[in-house]
């Protein structure tokens, strides 16, 4: 009896055993490939590390924008039990509408929903220790901006998605943005982590120093929200050069956008107008029609002029801004009285050929290389497109589009005797300076000595800024009141203007170029009533500010 039961189990332990063999083999065989994809589904997990953009600061240090860690979080609803009790709990921690989080956390028909993108790590942090099951956590990273509005065309922005989308974000994004890393996570059989490795490690992005003065910018962008204020212009940019190096040392564009939401802001104010606009300069390029016909010697200073009260050029009448009779005027007068009868007879006397050489010897009609993305090159015509009239409009800044950044180039030769630079915002990458490019000489020191002491007579009584001054500070500049193209009409509109200023101090040596464009200003359109008080306001703070000392 013993022997027939002790028989019996071994049968069973034996057919157990066979089982347990069949399923070992079932499993490691035949099912041997879908249970190794669900085992590392479920217990290796890899995570996509993003990389830290590099910081942009200004070029004394000062943070302009920022990268902070934080997470992605989001859910899988089927594996939220409460989920009103759940997005209560979360709302205040996230700081989202408890009503706007119940609907995602409440949507079966979803495995995965994002709660929140790019949250702080210390929010996120609060929001692990309430250890909710269905919860997620994808590292990310935030881009911020502390300074708010200040540069906030130049510095672009950052998508949600860690995208550069405008802006030195964009422009600078081989630089700044690094290389994502992937971490492989090994958990075991009650998801504890167990190994951690990093299989590609992560790579910064290096750090941009720029040109840029934070106090000087914001100053800018306080004059230009008043320019706004009593204007109401479409728009408004300012640039603040030094003319000895190129360095940019403020830009800016009205409407202000702040940084940290500038996806709130209509896209003409993001734009940046510095490079981003082009528009026909009227008189502020009369500068360049004598500084050319100083340099070929066509004119000097003194050389007079007879000036009929109309000037018929094909089919075009030429006149002056104000009535007036016929009279005699000199080189030095037409600029500083800004005649535009006078501009086009000193420009005919270059001629077609050679005036195209000078608007191109100044950089207009080509990028001026300054590395912001959407950069404008302008409009100019080869001279072998020139009509029979080209020549009444061409001296005078009328048919031709220049960007703000351009002609603010184009007036560090005058201002640099002679030597054009090229715009320089980047100053330093990953710590180590980046040299400017080398100046090239467009004009003799003494021609553009010359067109400075011109200058200095549009800021002197009977010029056309006259009342621009500021005391101990001699100053040159040239005002600009430039009709826009009308594209209904094909001919130049009677009610939409751009006015405009470029100046710079001391005149005799100058360390500071400003120039402010105001498009479509209401009220008034003069270049000296509406932008040169600007020019002023800036160029009074910046010369103390500068340590540049008074006369």
């Excluded at 692990?128 to 990310?140: E, V």
């Excluded at 922005?157 to 994004?173: F, Q, R, T």
Aim: proline fraction near 7%.
């Amino acid at each position: 009896m013993l022997e027939r039961r002790i028989g019996l189990l071994f049968v069973v332990f034996a057919g157990l055993l066979l089982l347990a063999g069949i399923r070992a083999s079932y499993f490691g065989l035949i099912r041997h490939d879908s249970l190794s994809r669900a085992a590392a589904t479920q217990q290796v997990q890899t995570v996509e590390l993003p990389a830290a953009r590099g910081t942009i600061s200004d070029r004394l240090g000062v943070d302009l924008a920022v990268s902070e860690p934080g997470d992605d979080i989001a859910a899988n609803p089927h594996q939220i039990r409460n989920p009103t009790r759940v997005a209560a709990r979360l709302a205040s921690l996230l700081g989202v509408d408890p009503n706007v989080l119940l609907p995602k956390l409440s949507d079966r028909s979803r495995g995965f929903v994002y709660l929140a993108r790019q949250v702080p790590a210390t929010a996120s942090d609060r929001v692990r220790r309430l250890k909710l099951d269905g919860l997620s956590f994808i590292p990310a990273m935030k881009r911020t901006y502390p300074r708010g509005v200040a540069a906030a065309q130049v510095l672009g922005m950052v998508g949600i998605d860690g995208k550069p989308l405008a802006g030195l974000e964009l422009g600078a994004n081989e630089t700044l943005g690094g290389q994502g890393g992937r971490r492989r996570i090994v958990s075991d059989a009650l998801g504890q982590p167990i190994s951690i490795t990093d299989d590609h490690p992560v790579k910064a992005g290096r750090d941009v120093r720029l040109t840029l003065d934070a106090a000087l910018q914001d100053q800018v962008e306080r004059v230009l929200d008043g320019v706004g204020q009593a204007y109401h212009p479409k728009g408004a940019t300012a640039i603040v050069m030094d003319p000895r190096d190129g360095n940019v040392l403020a830009l800016a564009n009205w409407p202000r956008v702040d940084a940290n939401n500038a996806g709130a802001a209509p896209a003409y104010a993001r734009q940046d107008r510095a490079v981003g606009f082009t528009y026909e300069p009227g008189s502020t390029f009369k500068a360049f029609t004598v500084a050319a016909a100083l340099q070929d010697r066509k004119v000097t200073p003194d050389t007079p002029f007879d000036l009929p009260v109309e000037l018929q050029v094909a089919d075009r009448k030429i006149h002056d801004a104000h009535d007036r009779g016929p009279e005699t005027l000199t080189v030095s007068q037409i600029l500083a009285q800004s005649s535009n009868v006078g501009a086009v007879l000193v420009g005919m006397r270059l001629r077609t050929q050679r005036f195209d050489h000078w608007v191109r010897a100044f950089g207009f009609g080509r990028p001026t290389g300054i590395g912001l993305p959407g950069e404008e090159q302008g409009i100019v015509l080869p001279w072998q497109k020139y009509s029979g009239s080209s020549m009444g409009n061409l001296p005078i800044g009328q048919g031709e589009a220049v960007t703000p950044l351009q002609m603010a180039t184009g007036y560090t030769a005058i201002a640099n005797g002679g030597v054009l630079r090229r715009p320089r915002l980047v100053a330093a990458v990953g710590g180590k300076p980046v040299a400017p490019a080398p100046g090239r000489r467009v004009l003799s020191a003494a021609t553009a000595a010359q067109v400075r002491q011109m200058l200095r007579g549009v800021l002197a009584p009977g010029g056309t800024a006259s009342e621009a001054s500021i005391p101990g500070y001699d100053l040159a500049g040239k005002t600009g009141t430039a009709e826009k193209p009308d594209p209904v009409t094909g001919t130049y509109s009677k009610s939409r203007y751009i006015a405009s200023f470029v100046g710079f101090a001391p005149a005799r040596h100058p360390r500071l170029l400003v120039t402010v464009m105001v498009d479509e200003p209401q009220g008034s359109i003069y270049g000296g009533q509406v932008a040169a008080p600007a020019f002023t306001r800036i160029a009074a703070f910046a010369m103390p500010y500068l340590g540049i000392p008074p006369r």
